[in-house]
């Protein structure tokens, strides 16, 4: 099965709204966490990251925590802003590093 | 101060062509990756090459080559482009090391369109 399974989109909120994407990974080994944004027409950056269980990542306003007995990394911002809409990948990495399917983020002023 | 960069940016090709796209890293890592991301946004590593050896390589055609001659370039050469190899390509690179923890760091990506 999947190695990573995140929450189907597009999301599409207002500003100053709450965002939690779910991320769920399937747990074998001890793999490190990992949030990938991409912008419109870019690449991807790396959001944050979490490299073992209860690490809290965190970056521009953006918080996920490993969650080793739930085997989640959900993403969380309290407060949306229209330059946050982008491309939201949740990904593991063992030996190699497996992405999820992507959330398409849209927020609207 | 380019991290990961890829060239070129666009690549519009015909069918049956080859073609070659680039990819540099100047941040000392030891490892680097192509990936592919098709029209539905999904993203799917192809290869990965760890101090120019290839360590991974997934269900991909042999019609596409990677090379790397030094650690800080990994090229992908396709032949015989078909329509379905439309995609944007991001390269990719990492340093293995404890501290690290695999995290990847990746270029802006190449678009490539074939017609």
């Known amino acids: 099965g999947d190695s990573v399974t995140q929450m189907e989109g597009p999301v599409t909120l207002s500003e100053e709204a709450f965002l939690t994407i779910n991320c769920t990974y399937t747990?074998?080994?001890?793999?490190?966490l990992f949030w990938y944004v991409q912008y419109p027409g870019e690449g991807l950056q790396l959001l944050l990251k979490?490299?073992?269980?209860?690490d809290k990542g965190s970056n521009k306003g953006f918080e996920a925590t490993y969650r080793k007995e739930t085997t989640s990394f959900h993403l969380e911002k309290g407060s949306v802003q229209v330059s946050d809409s982008a491309v939201y990948f949740c990904?593991?990495?063992?030996?190699?590093?497996?992405f999820g399917a992507g959330t398409t983020v849209t927020v609207r002023a | 101060d380019t991290a990961v960069s890829q060239t070129p940016k666009y690549l519009v090709t015909q069918m049956g062509n080859d073609k070659s796209i680039k990819c540099e890293q100047n941040?000392?890592?030891?490892?680097m990756y192509w990936y592919k991301q098709d029209s539905k946004k999904f993203l799917k590593i192809m290869f990965s090459?760890?101090?120019?050896?290839?360590?991974i390589n997934e269900t991909v055609p042999n019609r596409f080559s990677p090379k790397s001659p030094d650690k800080a370039h990994l090229n992908l050469h396709i032949n015989s482009l078909e329509l379905g190899d439309s995609a944007v390509y991001f390269c990719?690179?990492?340093?293995?090391?404890?501290?690290?923890?695999?995290?990847?760091?990746f270029g802006p990506g190449t678009r490539l369109l074939v017609l």
């Open positions: 941040l000392g890592h030891d490892t």
């Open positions: 990904a593991r990495n063992d030996y190699k590093l497996s």
């Open positions: 747990a074998t080994g001890y793999p490190s």
């Open positions: 990719a690179s990492s340093l293995t090391d404890r501290d690290s923890k695999g995290t990847q760091y």
């Open positions: 979490a490299t073992k269980a209860d």
């Open positions: 090459y760890n101090n120019k050896e290839l360590i």
